[in-house]
């Protein structure tokens, strides 16, 4: 019995580490993969402001900053001691603090909206916020933020393309001996969904036939959904000890 994620390769060592020290049988296919796109040009230009608040809400997008040059590494890491960094979790905060960057959890949901929720408790009207993100990420969290009062800017570090990888995992997908599909991020799910059309086959058909579907979070679970899926697992952390106590508790 195993499960099939779909990690791209650049995050999924933590989970698959921590599955195995559990004994639980975990394949991972890296469907998509990360490409930096980074304006270091732009970045030099924003960084001649300061910000009250630095947001971060990935770990690929903190991960990112290790290509830059250590000049311009070492002037956002000034800029961040003027302010204060904010990592939306706990894998995005380890790979901050690989950098030297000294960022806090806020909040222990680890989404968009959570962050956004409890940084407005703290009161945000008139304070500029520079926030590092995806390009596929929606800039609901911007929109937010700027109807509390804030003044945001966004930077995006890096998009999702799929890879060459995908027919593979939706075939794995179809075998007996996969139990279970773990999604982490909302582009993961339509990458899969779309190219698993071209089989014929669908979410739902997987679902059908006794297929556990896990999601990391609210943002992964609405994708599923979207593809008419209704029985979803979803972790209430999102991370990846969430998935694994989501995992354990299911007796994976």
Same mark, same amino acid.
């Given at each position: ?20 020290e ?9 469907i ?22 630095f ?7 903190a ?29 995005t ?17 680890? =989404? ?6 409890? /940084?407005?408790s &703290?009161?945000? !009207? $008139? %304070? @500029? *916020? ?64 779309? =190219? ?6 669908? /979410?739902?058909? &997987?679902?059908? !036939? $006794? %297929? @556990? *579907? ?39």
């Amino acid at each position: 019995m195993s499960l099939l994620s779909l990690r791209p390769k650049e995050v999924q060592d933590n989970l698959t580490s921590l599955m195995k020290e559990k004994g639980i049988t975990c394949i991972n296919i890296p469907i998509v993969e990360a490409e930096g796109i980074l304006n270091l040009k732009e970045l030099g230009e924003v960084l001649k402001d300061d910000y009250d608040y630095f947001l971060f809400t990935s770990q690929i997008g903190a991960l990112e900053l290790k290509k830059i040059d250590s000049c311009m590494l070492n002037l956002l890491k000034d800029k961040v001691k003027k302010g204060k960094a904010i990592s939306i979790g706990p894998e995005t905060l380890r790979a901050l603090k690989s950098l030297g960057i000294d960022a806090e959890l806020i909040t222990k949901r680890y =989404n968009t909206k959570a962050l956004g929720i409890k /940084l407005a408790s &703290l009161g945000v !009207k $008139g %304070k @500029k *916020i520079l926030l590092f993100r995806s390009k596929e990420a929606k800039d609901t969290l911007e929109r937010f933020l700027e109807g509390k009062g804030a003044k945001t800017k966004t930077l995006r570090t890096h998009r999702l393309i799929a890879s060459k990888k995908v027919s593979e995992a939706c075939e794995l997908a179809l075998r007996d001996e996969i139990k279970g599909l773990i999604f982490t991020s909302p582009f993961i799910v339509r990458v899969f969904a779309e =190219n698993f059309r071209l089989k014929n086959s669908s /979410l739902t058909e &997987l679902s059908r !036939k $006794g %297929k @556990k *579907i896990f999601s990391i979070g609210p943002a992964t679970s609405k994708a599923l959904r979207s593809y008419g899926l209704k029985e979803i697992y979803e972790a209430k952390e999102s991370s990846s000890k969430g998935l694994l106590k989501l995992l354990h508790f299911y007796k994976f």
